[in-house]
């Protein structure tokens, strides 16, 4: 399994982007691919998944409707609208998947995860 994220840049405050993570060797229909990010000095966070069995959707407290996740199957890929930016979501994206669905509980902890994606960079300034 390989994940490819991009979509990353330097935007302005109140701007939006969308992150793309291209998905590749997957042998199985269930799975769940979730967003991550890491800013400096800080510990590695969950910011939201899509499940494929379901299409069900998880997203941090912090995302306050502000971000979409999404996908296409065809594309083998999923997205991560990001909406009105600020400056504190400055950091590292990520994008990882499990072979398995995950629970309201299970899916913003890292080690639930078997597959990382190398990360792409947003950058919230004016």
């Known amino acids: 399994v390989q994940l490819q994220a991009s979509g990353g840049g330097l935007v302005q405050p109140g701007g939006s982007l969308r992150l793309s993570c291209a998905a590749s060797g997957f042998t199985s229909d269930y799975y769940t691919i979730g967003w991550f990010r890491q800013a400096p000095g800080k510990e590695r966070e969950g910011v939201s998944c899509?499940?494929?069995?379901?299409?069900?959707?998880y997203y941090a407290d912090f995302v306050q409707g502000r971000f979409t996740i999404s996908r296409d199957n065809a594309k083998n890929t999923v997205y991560l609208h990001l909406n009105s930016l600020e400056s504190d979501d400055t950091a590292v994206y990520y994008c990882?998947?499990?072979?398995?669905?995950?629970?309201?509980?299970?899916?913003?902890?890292?080690?639930?995860?078997?597959?990382w994606g190398q990360g792409t960079q947003v950058t919230v300034s004016s």
């Open positions: 899509i499940r494929s069995s379901d299409d069900t959707t």
């Open positions: 990882a998947t499990v072979r398995r669905r995950l629970g309201i509980l299970q899916w913003s902890r890292p080690g639930y995860y078997d597959y």
